[in-house]
């Protein structure tokens, strides 16, 4: 156990649904009325359980309210119909096969929010999930009252990491729950970072249950195609005026860390903050620091 991290989990809300358009989207809520909103938004294929419960423990204890949710074609969140893209072709010809974008994926962030009744909230995003939460700063100013960009880039030609961890994002598709396991520990021990260890019963537990809840290996690849044919987004990252945190790994062999810093770079006034031995992940020893720097963006340092 890491100094000041309590074991208590949260106490989460059901799994509800509220809809963008058509599509369905599945979210869950803790902690009190009054805290201060905090949505989490999780990366490519990663579901809701991304967002570690203690580390959601630790945001509820510095006087956040917090809500995770599934993007869309993962987990309980609808998922699209239709032909699979194919890997290579959703890395290639990503437009020719896109079903909808980081913007609709951001909209999704945006019913989340309208179905809490949350007029502003803190967006805190990693990997893609910064991604779609740079869009939601930028095109709802409104309804952000901070964003928090981890691991993540303003355009793909920033900082683009190794060919061996971007393959191993869209990796085969496991076939059971014990394969899954096993293939999301082997995922982090790619992209993890080199500087921590990693906890391997966690990953091998959120692994089956990501099978366990949806096995739909088609939903990651239109979403990588959402992600490649994204635009540079510097231009409007200039325009963001909340109070701004990046955060990125210096080991991250995704995004490496001169990804990071063209996203802060790009919005006024923002903070960066890098981490030693951090790679494409949230290790748990970082966790406090983490937790003091979105507390102090949200005023409750």
């Known amino acids: 156990m890491v100094e000041g991290i309590s074991a208590a989990a949260p106490e989460w809300t059901p799994v509800t649904h509220t809809t963008e358009g058509e599509v369905g989207i599945a979210y869950q809520l803790a902690g009190p009325s009054d805290g201060v909103p905090l949505l989490l938004v999780a990366g490519l294929g990663a579901q809701m359980l991304y967002w570690h419960d203690e580390l959601c423990a630790m945001f509820l204890q510095r006087g956040f309210s917090v809500a995770r949710f599934d993007n869309r074609d993962v987990g309980m969140s609808d998922h699209t119909v239709g032909r699979s893209p194919g890997r290579i072709r959703a890395v290639l010809q990503p437009k020719s096969v896109a079903r909808y974008g980081l ?144 955060i990125h790994g210096e080991a991250d062999p995704v995004f490496r860390l001169r990804a990071g810093q063209a996203t802060a770079e790009s919005i006024p006034g923002s903070r960066f903050v890098s981490y030693p031995g951090m790679g494409h992940d949230l290790p748990r020893e970082l966790w406090p620091a983490i937790v003091d720097e979105v507390a102090t963006l949200a005023g409750l340092g």
Request: charge should be neutral.
């Open 103 to 246: 913007d609709e994926m951001a909209g999704d962030a945006i019913a989340v929010l309208d179905a809490l009744g949350w007029h502003r909230a803190v967006v805190m995003g990693c990997s893609q999930g910064g991604a779609i939460a740079q869009v939601v700063a930028s095109r709802w100013p409104a309804r952000v009252c901070g964003l928090v960009s981890v691991m993540s880039t303003p355009s793909l030609r920033v900082g683009r990491g190794s060919l061996t961890a971007l393959s191993s994002l869209v990796r085969r598709a496991p076939t059971s729950a014990v394969e899954a396991g096993e293939a999301h520990i082997s995922l982090y021990r790619t992209i993890g970072s080199p500087g921590f260890a990693h906890d391997e019963e966690w990953l091998r537990a959120v692994g089956t249950q990501q099978f366990q809840r949806s096995d739909d290996a088609v939903g990651r690849l239109f979403q990588l195609a959402a992600m490649m044919s994204s635009s540079d987004r510097r231009g409007a990252l200039a325009t963001v005026d909340a109070p701004t945190l990046v």
